[in-house]
């Protein structure tokens, strides 16, 4: 599969662009093509650990003790919304950790894999300030540009003429986990794509303030 596209998402223990980061999660894929992009998506899904398909798929949970030390911060708001998320979501963050700037530098490799890929978070000024910091903080090179970052929620409403950045009534090709920070980031692939073909289609009714 051609991979034109790389969509990133982080889960962390505050909204500040100092947030500690609990696990960051990435996906490369062909905006261009749907089946193929479900079809990667489908593989990963059955193969949790990743071996098969590190190509197209990155997650890694991070260690918290050193990101505490460092400075990175934590907000009682979000610790008291993560604990109304579901076993899932919690399930998702246990396992095997990394240092945060192992998991950085993995990350910057895995995107190296993918040179004429763009970038796109589901908010750039959230999930991609938050890594930009945390990069300048362990003194590693951001991945990408500083005007690099791409909105996915501006893509799918330019696509789909929408408002709120989702498809309406999308049905995921896979079994999501929410904040599950590569589930999400899939999710948000396979919307892209399926945004893509539709405006490619020109499948799609126009807005009633259009007519």
Known sequence: MTVNVITIDTETMDTAHTALILSIGAFAFDVT???????????????PELQDHLQFAFYRRTDSFD??????TVS?????WWKKQGE??????????VSL????SNLKQWIAQHPDA?????GPDFDGSILENAYRAHGIECPWKYNGKRDIRT????MVRGGKGYIKDHQPCFPVVKHHSL???????????TAYMMNDGKTIPAPKHFK
């Open 76 to 80: 009682v708001p979000t610790q008291e």
């Open 33 to 47: 093509d749907l089946n193929a992009t479900q079809q990667a998506i489908m593989d990963v899904t059955k193969d």
């Open 88 to 97: 899932e979501a919690h399930e998702a963050l246990t396992g095997e950790r």
């Open 183 to 193: 589930h999400d980031a899939m999710n948000d692939a396979e919307q892209m794509a």
């Open 101 to 104: 700037g192992e998991a950085l």
């Open 155 to 158: 893509y799918i409403d330019a």
């Open 67 to 72: 990101q505490l030390i460092s400075g990175r």
């Open 118 to 122: 763009r970038i796109f978070f589901r």
